[in-house]
């Protein structure tokens, strides 16, 4: 399974899909499918030449120059989980404002597991989005070593195990899709997607047509998990306080090298649980803390490690200390300057 050690080591996963999309050889048998797909469905179009974008060109631009997201598998259950109680009123559609960056590449600490559109299981270990003219693009990366996956196990079989990572790289593109502004993404049924017949069609008539029509439901569940758990990812990513780490010098070298200007990965992860003291002392008496006044606490920073040894910083608010009833003893600053 596609894993990484420490944050940062996602922005060197990053600078290699960009190689592969970029120089791999594979890379136009990749492309051949989903090429008809953007041509198709999707409103991403070169500025200079007005025609729809190459996909492998799409792919290394935007991977690129997207801001990296790092998100952890406590982060990813609870989202994924919400999706089965998600509910929408008036806004079932998407919006501009609902991007927290207008491209941005997302790794999962754990993949997500869907049913694509013949029942077979499919992993997403990586989310890209680019904005465009109408929209944003958005495409699935999965994980070519992933057991549970279906489509990405019978490849490995074909390849030969690990020339599967060669051929494919090591996140393939499994799903490429366009959601263009007020286009409404949640709540899909069966009748908002392609006929059986066309699907089958789309595919190459590969997969039977009654396969299609009977899992017409199943996808359409599996679509609307998905686009929920973008949409609040995006959301919890915007209104929660996201930590960015630097690249170290290390890394930092070997961005230089490859070109990139990658500097940085944003974490999402919850935020750490301070459990209350519990004395161990059977003796021990808890002591009453006797108020006389209240007081004024200016603003200042906090820092602290927290439980997987990164260091953490946040910004306390000025903010007055003390029961509300007692008496607000105002002080004057002395400044001290000695040479």
Same mark, same amino acid.
């Given at each position: ?104 590449? =997302? @790794?999962? +600490? ?6 694509? #559109?013949?029942? %077979? ?6 989310? /890209? &989005? ?80 009654? =396969? @299609?029509? +009977? ?6 569940? #599996?679509?609307? %998990? ?6 609040? /990812? &995006? ?80 910004? =306390? ?23």
């Amino acid at each position: 399974m596609a894993t990484v050690y420490r944050p940062i080591d996602v922005l060197e996963k990053q600078v290699d899909l960009v190689r592969w999309w970029s120089r791999s050889q594979y890379r136009h048998g990749m492309t051949g499918a989903f090429q008809r797909m953007a041509d198709q469905y999707i409103t991403m179009k070169d500025p200079d030449t007005g025609k729809p974008y190459v996909v492998e060109d799409w792919m290394a631009s935007r991977l690129d120059s997207a801001e990296t997201f790092y998100v952890r598998r406590e982060i990813i259950s609870r989202l994924w989980d919400f999706t089965d109680v998600y509910q929408t009123h008036e806004h079932e559609v998407v919006l501009p404002q609902d991007l927290p960056c207008p491209r941005g590449f =997302v @790794y999962l +600490e754990r993949p997500i597991h869907i049913m694509d #559109a013949r029942a %077979r299981v499919t992993s997403i270990k990586g989310i /890209l &989005w680019g904005e465009e003219r109408a929209g944003v693009a958005i495409a699935q990366l999965s994980d070519a070593a992933d057991d549970l996956d279906e489509v990405n196990r019978d490849a490995w079989a074909r390849w030969g195990g690990k020339d599967a990572v060669v051929g494919m790289c090591e996140m393939p593109l499994l799903h490429l899709t366009s959601w263009t502004w007020g286009r409404r993404i949640v709540n899909l049924t069966a009748e908002d997607f392609s006929s059986p017949e066309h699907l089958a069609e789309f595919h190459g008539n590969v997969t039977p047509v009654e =396969v @299609y029509q +009977e899992n017409r439901q199943t996808y359409a569940h #599996a679509v609307n %998990r998905f686009n929920q758990f973008l949409l609040s /990812l &995006w959301e919890f990513v915007q209104e929660q306080i996201p930590w960015k780490i630097p690249a170290d010098r290390p890394m930092l070298k070997r961005l230089k090298r490859a070109h990139s200007p990658l500097k940085e990965v944003t974490v999402v992860d919850l935020r750490p649980y301070d459990q209350p003291y519990e004395p161990t002392d059977p003796d021990y008496e808890p002591q009453t803390v006797i108020w006389n006044h209240r007081w004024r606490v200016r603003e200042h920073k906090r820092r602290w490690i927290d439980k997987h040894g990164n260091y953490r910083e946040t910004t =306390v608010s000025a903010h007055v200390k003390g029961p509300e009833h007692l008496p607000l003893i105002e002080k004057d600053r002395i400044f001290h300057v000695k040479r």
